[in-house]
């Protein structure tokens, strides 16, 4: 760790931007750059030593690429896979045979308007559901833990995929048993594809898994024998629980290597709790790159940056030109540091004190929440400076394509004049988190919306709290402004505070301590009844506390 902090750093990104469109870059200024320069120069070093090559999705086993139409059943299974070279780790899938095949946790792939007509069996000893994460559909095909699959039984899913090209993915959805399952391997992507997405593999010349590379961040705790560790104490089931390894794809110190081109990578917060702010840096500096998309697919044009915030649960589409890069050095993807603004124990907010031992412990000095620090968290704090994967960059065939000038035809987010339906975010300082005051009750609709309605929400987090990523099931989003963010995503911002990823269709928005965030959502949908969905935090942990709600669409 040095003792840069993130102004350093935030003073002096933006002079590498090319394009005009780029909210909230500042000039650098020299001692800053010198500090950056050293950070970045130590996720460098470390990325050196990654030998581990990066799994990318085959044609069949872990990750394989499945086409929807191809399968009509999944089992959630109890297996072994190899995740650290020479281990096996007990893990949880979804399993599928299919071609004389077997598939774990398969990478689907579908067109829109193709159906997803599949059959879940429960093959563990809990009760469990899928999710498809950002897919409109009805309640029932949701899978949103309002009803769960017991142990043994099976549940029919059957909906057409009406959303536009983007990575979406699926995971359990179980109350009570949401984090555990999915930290133990329930998680897996699922691509639509449209024309825009079509015509923009043609204008790049992409091929997944090749040229367009999905990248699912987890991070992870292992025990001696190679199991994976999921112990939270209380205060870690309220914070959130933190691993200390970090995996892309279940690859732990990947790396990869591609041609001197626009590589295309395809990017899921697949972590219970952890945030990233995702950068490509090379020489002691960051590389500029285009955010192409978002959860719920590509953006109208690409816009140049040079980092960003993930949060659990979303996904980024980005494209980055390695043609700008030395083609003597290679390219790391990092997590550069970040104050993980942990406000709830009520230390002062902005202060990068991350390196502090008791940052890992959360709820200190909080009523109710016993301070816990666990050693074994220490190199897995959340806003250290982390190398992900080495990109080495070898000769390739000659290529001129360029980005695109417009990626889609996603219009403008909504005016809307109407007073916001307010969902204000806090705990009750004793280890639950809330929505306006209320804790999770899967019996109560907290609310309810008519069935066409056009809404705005603002979402109001308090200033001692964490930084919540808010999920919406049944419906995208866009967001219309942000207000009162803490100096460092304001920083990131542009117009109306917004950050880039709110310049794209969202079913997650991170919401940081003291932010309002207003949202435009609009509740039209062809399903036929009172349909019911969750809005909750993505961070898992704590979604568990209480931090959902059950709202109601009015036929
Ligand atoms: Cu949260």
Redesign the pocket.
């Known amino acids: 760790m040095t003792t840069f902090t993130r102004r350093h750093f935030l003073g002096s990104i933006g002079a590498l931007g090319a394009a005009g469109s780029v909210p909230g870059v500042l000039a650098a200024s020299p001692g800053a750059a010198g500090a950056m320069t050293a950070e970045i120069a130590g996720i460098e070093k470390e990325a050196a030593g990654f030998t581990n090559p990066l799994r990318l999705p085959g044609s069949s086993g872990l990750f394989g690429v499945l086409p929807v139409s191809e399968f009509r059943e999944v089992q959630v299974v109890r297996t072994e896979i190899e995740v650290l070279p020479g281990r096996r780790t007990p893990f949880l899938a979804y399993a599928v045979e299919s071609g004389g095949k077997t598939f774990l946790n398969p990478a689907i792939l579908a067109r829109r308007g193709d159906d997803m007509r599949v059959r879940m069996t429960n093959r563990i000893d809990e009760p469990t559901v899928i999710h498809w994460h950002g897919l409109s559909v009805d309640s029932r095909n949701d899978g949103n833990g309002l009803s769960v699959v017991l142990p043994g039984r099976s549940m029919d899913y059957n909906f057409t995929l009406r959303d536009r090209s983007s990575m979406y993915w699926y995971h359990p959805h179980a109350h009570g048993f949401i984090p555990q399952q999915a930290y133990h391997g329930l998680a897996s992507l699922l691509f639509v594809e449209d024309d825009d997405e079509v015509a923009l593999r043609k204008e790049l010349d992409l091929a997944l898994g090749e040229t367009e590379i999905p990248l699912v961040l987890q991070d992870r705790e292992f025990d001696a024998q190679g199991r994976l560790r999921y112990a939270p104490t209380t205060a870690q089931s309220f914070g959130g629980w933190l691993g200390d390894r970090l995996l892309v794809n279940l690859t732990e110190r990947p790396f990869i290597q591609v041609g001197r081109r626009i590589v295309r990578f395809r990017v899921l917060n697949g972590s219970n709790a952890r945030n990233y702010r995702l950068a490509f840096v090379q020489g002691g500096r960051p590389l500029g790159f285009f955010l192409a998309g978002t959860d719920g697919g590509l953006l109208a044009q690409p816009l140049r940056i040079d980092q960003t915030f993930i949060a659990p649960g979303q996904r980024l589409d980005v494209l980055v030109d390695l043609r700008e890069a030395d083609p003597a050095l290679p390219v790391t993807l990092a997590s550069l540091t970040f104050d993980p603004m942990h406000n709830e124990g009520g230390h002062d907010q902005g202060h990068a004190n991350h390196a502090a031992p008791t940052m890992a412990g959360m709820g200190h000095g909080q009523q109710g929440v016993a301070p816990a620090v666990e050693p074994s968290h220490a190199m897995g704090m959340e806003g250290d400076a982390r190398a992900l994967m080495r990109i080495d960059l070898k000769q390739s065939a000659r290529y001129e394509r360029r980005v695109p000038a417009v990626l889609s035809s996603l219009p403008a987010a909504p005016a809307n004049a109407n007073p916001p339906r307010r969902m204000q975010l806090g705990h009750n300082g004793t280890g639950n ?1 809330t929505i306006n005051g209320q804790i999770f009750d899967p019996k109560v609709a907290a609310l309810s919306v008519q069935r066409g309605a056009r809404e705005n929400w603002l979402i109001e987090n308090a200033e001692r709290s ?4 808010m999920h919406l099931h049944g419906f995208l989003f866009r967001v219309i402004e942000r207000l009162g963010s803490p100096t460092p995503v304001r920083e990131l911002a542009g117009a109306r505070g917004l950050l880039p990823q709110d310049q794209g269709l969202i079913d997650t928005v991170h919401v940081w301590p003291g932010e309002s965030v207003r949202i435009a959502i609009d509740f039209t949908h062809p399903n036929v009844g009172d349909q019911d969905y969750v809005f909750h ?1 993505h ?1 898992l942990e ?1 979604a568990e506390a209480g ?1 959902m709600l059950r709202y109601t669409v009015k036929a």
């Open positions: 988190w964490m930084p919540h990523p935090c961070t704590h931090m």
